[in-house]
């Protein structure tokens, strides 16, 4: 009987260190898909500003935007370079729902 005991506490043992690793591994997972959907978020904005705003003011701007059902506030912020036909574009990106940055990204537009 004590045997029986002595097994059972081994593998309820083994069992929390098992869920303990599939609990940070689905945290992770999380996380890395909500960066990646920031970055694609990030890039349409600056292809938007590279494309279609033929010379975007200067100044910051928020805007929301969806992708694969989840909501992100984007925060555009274009200041000036030493070069007077160059400006540059700082983009950052959040979910929604949160305040810390999942992704930022810098380009640069040329005057048309």
């Known amino acids: ?7 059972l506490f081994i593998l ?9 690793n599939l609990t940070g591994a689905i945290t ?6 909500d960066r990646t959907l920031a970055l694609w978020v990030a890039d349409a904005r600056l292809t938007h500003v590279e494309t279609v705003t033929k010379w975007p003011g200067l100044g910051t701007g928020h805007t929301r935007m ?3 059902g989840r909501a992100f506030v ?3 912020h ?6 007077p036909n160059l400006r540059r574009v700082d983009i950052a990106v959040r979910r929604a729902h ?3 940055t999942l992704m930022r990204l810098v380009g640069f537009v040329r005057q048309p």
């Open 98 to 100: 949160r305040s810390d």
């Open 12 to 20: 309820a043992v083994a069992l929390a260190a098992v869920m303990r």
């Open 1 to 7: 009987m004590l045997e029986v005991l002595v097994a």
């Open 66 to 68: 969806r992708e694969d």
């Open 28 to 33: 992770t997972t999380g996380a890395l898909r």
């Open 78 to 83: 274009v200041v000036r370079t030493a070069l």
């Open 74 to 76: 984007v925060r555009t």
